[in-house]
């Protein structure tokens, strides 16, 4: 069964640093979202890409945040300089294929910014 | 506005009925998903409604009722492995593009 892939899973790094996560979504699914995801919270959409074209980065903090989808496929997140309330979950998701109601999520990557 | 609200915890006891409630507020109005998620766990799907009615999968269901903005979950024969938190997201459509949005989840405890 085709899953959506992420890593790092796990990820610590000190305040000022740069981090960045890595998604593949499930083949043929043209949209992918980036998640955060606060502990006892449900998830926040930071962005939403449409093959390559960003379609929402409303909630994305520009000023450190970064996303991209060069060639529609794979997709990374990065944050310069992490502050600690970037402490989360960040969760990778895809949709689009041929059950497309269907949000497919991976794993996450969990970021601990100390 | 978006607004998504449902009850922060719920507890239950093993082989019980437990139903978890969900009121929102949105526009484009595109189906409404509830997904489980295990403490440290990614979302995983559970169930999707666009049309009002109850939908039937197993031990859960899920109803809709569209002019009222208000759906719920209902877990029956509740096991210790359904304690999880639940999401309700709503999906809307935004210029020919879904856009999801999510409540905070309730926290579902399962006692013995």
């Known amino acids: 069964e085709a899953e959506v892939a992420q890593s790092p899973r796990y990820k610590i790094t000190e305040k000022s640093q740069a981090v960045a996560f890595w998604c593949d979504p499930i083949s043929g699914h043209a949209t992918l979202y980036w998640y955060r995801q606060i502990l006892g919270q449900g998830p926040e959409l930071l962005v939403q890409f449409q093959d390559e074209s960003v379609v929402d980065d409303s909630q994305l903090p520009k000023d450190r945040f970064s996303a991209e989808r060069l060639k529609g496929v794979d997709s990374t997140l990065k944050i310069q300089p992490a502050e600690l309330g970037d402490s989360a979950m960040y969760l990778c998701?895809?949709?689009?294929?041929?059950?497309?109601?269907?949000?497919?999520f991976g794993p996450g990557t969990r970021l601990t910014v100390t | 506005g978006q607004n998504i609200d449902q009850p922060t915890e719920m507890t239950a006891t093993e082989g019980a009925i437990v139903q978890i409630n969900c009121t929102y507020q949105t526009s484009g109005f595109n189906g409404l998903f509830w997904y489980q998620q295990h403490a440290g766990e990614a979302p995983t799907f559970l169930s999707y409604n666009v049309l009002d009615g109850l939908e039937e999968k197993g031990r859960f269901s899920s109803f809709l009722s569209r002019s009222k903005g208000y759906s719920y979950l209902l877990l029956k024969e509740l096991q210790m492995k359904d304690s999880a938190s639940y999401l309700c997201a709503v999906r809307e459509t935004t210029s020919g593009t879904y856009k999801y949005i999510f409540g905070t989840g309730t926290r579902l405890k399962v006692l013995a």
């Open positions: 998701a895809t949709s689009g294929g041929q059950n497309n109601y269907e949000q497919y």
